[in-house]
């Protein structure tokens, strides 16, 4: 895995996720959503997994 590349978008997330209790992150394939969305996660959910995706639906309260 390479090493994450600090973007734009980085100082604005880290000032409005302590305030907020969930930010969408949207933009084009390859622009390093997955990787910004990583460097700050403390959970998790891939909804892409459907193992995962089938354990949410069964039970929302785990979001």
């Known amino acids: 895995m390479t090493s994450y590349r600090t973007r734009v978008l980085d100082a604005e997330l880290d ?3 302590p ?4 930010i969408a992150i949207e933009g084009p394939r390859g622009a390093g ?3 910004t969305a990583l460097q700050r996660a403390v959970q998790v ?3 892409d997994d459907p ?3 089938q ?4 039970d929302p309260r785990r979001l």
């Open 15 to 17: 000032a409005l996720l």
């Open 55 to 58: 354990l949410l639906a069964a």
């Open 19 to 22: 305030e907020l209790p969930a």
């Open 45 to 47: 959910l891939r909804l």
């Open 51 to 53: 193992a995962q995706a």
């Open 33 to 35: 959503k997955t990787a």
